[in-house]
Structures are given as C-alpha cells and as structure tokens.
C-alpha cells in the first residue's frame, strides 16, 4: 500500500513550487470525469485501469502538447472508485481525483482527513 499526501498542485505543467499555469487538474475513467482533491491525506488501493488526463496549453512559450495523457488510476482505500480515485501523475505524484465538482469530496466521505 502507498500513503499519499498531497500538497495543491494548480499546473499539469508540473515542476514543483509555484504553478505556472492554471489548467484544472482532470482525468477521466469508467466514464467519469474527476478534478483533484488537495491537501487530502489517503492510502492507495489497487490498480483499476487506465485514466486519461487531457492537455494542458495554458503556459506561454510552452510546446503545443495536444496529446491526451494515460495514467494508472488506482482506487482509494474506503471509497467508492464511482466517487473517487488516484492517479500516478509523476513517478513522485499521486493525486487523488473525485468526481464532486470544485476539487472536494462529496459531503457523505468521511473517512479522509483534510490538512
């Protein structure tokens, strides 16, 4: 089992500190569409499939990156993968994703805890 905590993330550009862009960080998979859920401390389950994350252009002097990315979505420990999952964005970055609008989690989630 992986323990993620994760700190706001607010780039798909990635690089640590400060966020250069404002792309929303989403993913879909199963047919769902899931935003990133920050300062959330949960353990990773197992692998579920593939996710996709689609581009993020917003950085100026950036390459033009129009490719849909793939990553492992995995489930979350004590919730449901139709409301939640976890995605491998770097080899260092988990993220947890829900399908709640505006990056929370739905009021019935419980058992993680905010930072």
Known sequence: MVVAVLTAACSAQGGGGEAEGDCAIVATYGDRTYTEVANVDFRVGDALGTAELPPCNDTPGADDDT????????????LDPRIAIAVRYTPDEVMLLAIQAGG???????????R
Do not use: I, M, Q
């Not at 929370?104 to 905010?114: A, G, H, Y």
């Open 67 to 78: 490719a849909v990315h793939e990553a492992t979505a995995y489930a979350v420990d004590g």
């Open 104 to 114: 929370s989690l739905p009021p019935e989630v419980k058992n993680l805890t905010r």
